[in-house]
């Protein structure tokens, strides 16, 4: 079963001083998802934003909210984070000891669940709750900032999620250098979720991201 391609361009290129504007515009101009990424400092080595802006920008949109927890521990937050209007909420493999417990809270809350492994992370990791998973995220860079190069040896792995997802409803999404000329491979190997930041914010063709989102989609092999 083929799963849709969708574009979910990640805010964390997008101009922090209008973050509103920048999230009707992507949505306006194609975007199937806004990708949300929340930093903790602590977890990743830089700091983004929390609940309260998630909030702010819910107002602008009705977009499905991708939420990406790279925060440590996330359990007590994921909560604040459903309450804020995410629709989807990852949390990382590596961020806490109990990720069965994670997910069932994010499905409790009536969320869709989804996990994000660290590149060096192997996807045997997730193998025993493939089945509490909405989403699979294989980081496709280490996570923390945008702009920085796609990490070949991420493709087995996203070879690998989608040999374990089989037809199973799970998304399968990349994050992390995802640029026209990336896209080809890791849609080839499987993903469908499309993560892109500097190739969508940084690409602007006369003030519309409906170009560099139409240049990742034409990539999909
Ligand atoms: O999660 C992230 C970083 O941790 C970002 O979503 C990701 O890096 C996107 O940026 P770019 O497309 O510029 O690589």
Redesign the pocket.
Known sequence: MKRPLRIAP?I??ADFSDLGQDVRAVVADGADWV?L?IMDGHF?PNITFGPPVVKALRRHTDAVFDC?L?IAPADPYIEAFADAGCDIITVHQEAGPHLHRSLQTIRNLGKKAGVALNPATPVSMIEHVIDDLDLILIMT?N??????KFIPATLDKIEQANALIGDRPIDLEV????APDTVGTVTKAGANVL?????IFGKAVEGSYRPPMEALRAGEQ
Not at 143 to 148: A, E, K, L, S, T
Not at 175 to 178: A, H, L, Q, S, T
Not at 195 to 199: E, K, N, Q
């Open positions: 990640s964390l290129s990708h990424d990743v990406h790279m860079v996570p923390g900032f945008g702009g920085q994050d992390g250098g995802i993560v892109a930041g500097s190739a």
